[in-house]
């Protein structure tokens, strides 16, 4: 099995930065792209940004390119979201996903991926 732990997640202004984490333990060999998620009160789970196994592709909704940033330390079983200019619309409780298809490219549908963390929310106040 694959167990996915999100972090970082948290309170701050609309123009401030956070940075989530997520940590991969178990059957990791079994995760190749991973991604972000998020789902705000009332509304769908959408993407985020999602990654390659070996980095070499990103892929970001249009609603937070140039702001985030996805990244993955494959040494540590670690992927990551860097998010600058947030926004009040960002709020939201955001997940980590795996695929485990070797898909050479990113993914970006929830049905792609099998495995998700709990969630960690982010809240961003105007």
């Known amino acids: 099995q694959v167990q996915l732990v999100e972090s970082g997640g948290g309170l701050v202004q609309a123009g401030g930065s956070l940075r989530l984490s997520c940590a991969a333990s178990?059957?990791?060999?079994?995760?190749?792209?991973m991604g972000w998620f998020r789902q705000a009160p009332g509304k769908e789970r959408e993407f985020v940004a999602a990654?390659?196994?070996?980095?070499?592709?990103?892929v970001y909704a249009d609603s937070v390119k140039g702001r985030f940033t996805i990244s993955r330390d494959n040494a540590k079983n670690t992927v990551y979201l860097q998010m600058n200019n947030l926004k009040p619309e960002d709020t939201a409780v955001y997940y980590c996903a795996g695929d485990p298809t070797p898909f050479r490219h990113p993914r970006i549908g929830s049905f792609d991926f099998d495995y998700w963390g709990q969630g960690t929310q982010v809240t961003v106040s105007s």
């Open positions: 178990g059957r990791t060999f079994s995760i190749y792209n």
């Open positions: 990654i390659s196994w070996n980095r070499a592709d990103t």
